[in-house]
Each structure stands twice: as C-alpha cells, then as structure tokens.
C-alpha cells in the first residue's frame, strides 16, 4: 500500500467527517453537508481499501514488432 493512498484517504475521511458534524451544527446546510461528508467518507474509504491499484500489470516484450500472419 502507497503512503500516498493511506495519506488521501485519512485526509478525505477526515474532511467527510468534519462536514458531517458541521451540518449538525449548521442547520441551513444540513442535508447538502450532511451527503457530501457521506460520500466524501465512503470515497476515503474506497480508496484505502483499492488494492488494484498495487498490481503492476506485466508487458511481455516484443522484438521487432507485430508480425503479419495470413
């Protein structure tokens, strides 16, 4: 796992959080806050839990080029 990815994830749930209990608070914004800190979560967590992004996919390695078969 990239430290770049645990990094934006704890970020964004961090910010998802904060949103959260600002529309708590806030009663005008509520449900608006309320969805962007629930989806601002669920995508920090998408994020710490995206193990294909680790997975270097292989390139075989081809000499001279594609050859044309008939």
């Known amino acids: 796992m990239k430290i770049s990815q645990i990094i934006s994830s704890i970020l964004l749930s961090v910010y998802g959080i904060w949103m959260i209990i600002v529309a708590l608070i806030k009663k005008e914004a509520m449900i608006f806050l309320f969805v962007l800190g629930l989806g601002s979560i669920g995508l920090g967590v998408y994020i710490l ?18 050859k044309w078969q008939k």
Not at 49 to 66: M, R, T, V, Y
């Open 49 to 66: 839990l995206n193990n294909k992004e680790d997975k270097i996919e292989q390139i075989k390695k081809q000499k001279g080029g594609k």
